[in-house]
Antibody, heavy 115, light 107 residues
Framework: QVQLQESGPGLVKPSETLSLTCTVS????????WSWIRQPPEKELEWIGY???????NYNPSLKSRVTISVDTSKNQFSLKLSSVTAADTAVYYC?????????WGQGTLVTVSS | DIQMTQSPSSLSASVGDRVTITCQAS??????LNWYQQKPGKAPKLLIY???NLETGVPSRFSGSGSGTDFTFTISSLQPEDIATYYC?????????FGQGTKLEIK
């Protein structure tokens, strides 16, 4: 059974960069797409972007200027960086396997943007 | 971006009831629609893909239908464990977008 686990700081200061890593276990990161999705408190889900194991990416245009998703196949991990964060970026961040209909998800990690 | 509008936003029903949720897309998305179930404090779980295909392991009381702009999600006989928020999501066009959710409660 594939499992995903997000890790990274739970508190980020405004204007700084949010950095999260997703570690995949129970399966290989190869041959799949991997996504980041977030959910602000009491709000709906928002697709951030995805990466193929080979490194090709696609981002939500609303975040594109601030987002970078990367993959490290040697560590079976992929990562999210979101720069110049504001309070509006406070959310639970999920990593997931797949792009159009992710079938395995991490448990999610709350990232709060506050000074 | 394609806007996804779900109704109702909340719903109260009794165990054994048939429950229906609708999702309308702001433009034609063919059948590129998923339905997710999200329980409090948990990640979403994919239930239906391609508008009407049941994900492996999902109980058959869940079903989906529709194409174009109008879609329906149905629970044929509501069970206590079905209490959750349900989301539709289109994947016809980037960026993929979600509905605002339907919170389902037991009456």
């Amino acid at each position: 059974q594939v499992q995903l686990q997000e890790s990274g700081p739970g508190l980020v200061k405004p204007s700084e960069t949010l950095s999260l890593t997703c570690t995949v276990s129970g399966g290989s990161i190869n041959s799949y797409y991997w996504s980041w999705i977030r959910q602000p408190p009491e709000k709906e889900l928002e697709w951030i972007g995805y990466i193929f194991y080979s490194g090709s990416t696609n981002y939500n245009p609303s975040l594109k200027s601030r987002v970078t998703i990367s993959v490290d196949t040697s560590k079976n991990q992929f990562s999210l960086k979101l720069s110049s964060v504001t309070a509006a970026d406070t959310a639970v961040y999920y990593c997931a396997r797949g792009k159009e209909g992710p079938d395995f998800w991490g448990q999610g990690t709350l990232v709060t943007v506050s000074s | 971006d394609i806007q996804m509008t779900q109704s109702p936003s909340s719903l109260s029903a009794s165990v054994g009831d048939r429950v229906t949720i609708t999702c309308q897309a702001s433009q034609d998305i063919s059948n590129y629609l998923n339905w997710y179930q999200q329980k409090p404090g948990k990640a979403p779980k994919l239930l239906i893909y391609g508008a009407s295909n049941l994900e492996t392991g999902v109980p058959s009381r869940f079903s989906g239908s529709g194409s174009g702009t109008d879609f329906t999600f149905t629970i044929s006989s509501l069970q206590p464990e079905d209490i959750a928020t349900y989301y539709c999501q289109q994947y016809d066009n980037l960026p993929y977008t979600f509905g605002q959710g339907t919170k389902l409660e037991i009456k």
